[in-house]
Structure formats: C-alpha cells, structure tokens
C-alpha cells in the first residue's frame, strides 16, 4: 500500500522488489491512495506498465474515513492475507484496515520528515501504531534504534538487503 503521485525512494524499494517476487507463490496487487479529485498517479501507471495489479483508493484531503472502508472491501473481496504499508498515512489507515478485515500487518518504515504540522501529527500517530503491527520492518539501523526506544516489541526488524541484487523469478 503506498500514497503516492510520484516515483520516489519508496516506490522504486516496491517496484524492485515486486519485479523479484515468485508469482507462483504470491499473488500481489498494489493499492495507491489518490487524490478523488485527480486519479492519475505516476507510480499507478508504472506499476500497471510493469504488468502487475494495480488498484486506486480514492481519498478525498489528507484523512479520509472512507478510504479505510474501501480498503477493508479490497482486503476482504481479494482474500488478501499479508497488508505491506510503506508511509505514514498508509500506516495509519492500513492498520485499522487491516485489523477490521482480519488481515496480517507489516509496515516498512523509510523516515519521516516533520515537514508540516499536518505531518508531524500523522507521524506520531504512526510511530504509535507501529507497535502493534505484526511485523515492522526498517531501513536503517538508525531508524531501528530510534523506534526501539518507543517500543517493548520484537517484531522489528532492520532490511540490509539490496533488493535490487535478489534473484529474480523469472
């Protein structure tokens, strides 16, 4: 799950990644939060160029209670068993997803930014929920140390792999 118009450092991580995913064992579909005014995402096109499964969520502003809805429907309407959120705002909203929907939650945790007010509030909202997701997954072993020293968990893991060097599938 991304939110995202853009092909940034997160989205390449995904497009890499899935690109080395065996097909015969996962069935994969990407769903990006758009904005409902302007559908079109960059990264939604790219994923669907690449041939793979593809869904937008519609949002309309930053928070949308909808958008968890029509996650749970996808969730549940696809048999999706594993929800993989990489951001803040798809921490958020995929967790209470995820959780309604009976759904198994991992989060790749990339930084954050501070940038806004707005932002700062969606992150330590996601720095909170991050503890009770299934699997947390990090970047950096900075980022790791950071988010032990909030967490009593050990479901946090550190991604040292350069998966652009992992065997492909095909």
Not at 86 to 115: L, N, S
Not at 137 to 145: H, M, Q, R, Y
Request: charged share 25%; aromatic share 8%; proline share 2%.
């Amino acid at each position: 799950l991304r939110s995202t118009d853009v092909i940034g450092g997160p989205s390449k991580s995904i497009l890499t990644f899935v690109e080395k995913v065996d097909t015969t064992l996962f069935n994969l579909m990407i769903a990006t939060f758009v904005s409902a005014k302007n559908p079109s995402s960059c990264f939604t096109e790219e994923v669907k160029r690449k041939g793979l499964r593809t869904v937008n969520i519609p949002m309309r502003g930053s928070f949308d209670i909808r958008a968890i809805f029509r996650l749970v429907s996808l969730l549940k309407k696809n048999d999706i068993e594993i929800l993989h959120t990489h951001g803040y705002k798809e921490d958020v909203i995929g967790y209470f997803a995820a959780t309604i929907a009976g759904v198994k939650r991992v989060a790749m945790v990339h930084g954050w930014t501070g940038q806004t007010l707005k932002v700062k509030l969606y992150e330590m909202l996601d720095k909170f929920i991050l503890r009770f997701f299934d699997r947390v997954i990090v970047v950096t072993s900075t980022l790791k140390k950071k988010l032990m020293k909030d967490r009593k968990s050990t479901r946090l893991n550190s991604s040292h792999t350069d998966i652009s060097r992992m065997p492909s599938s095909a």
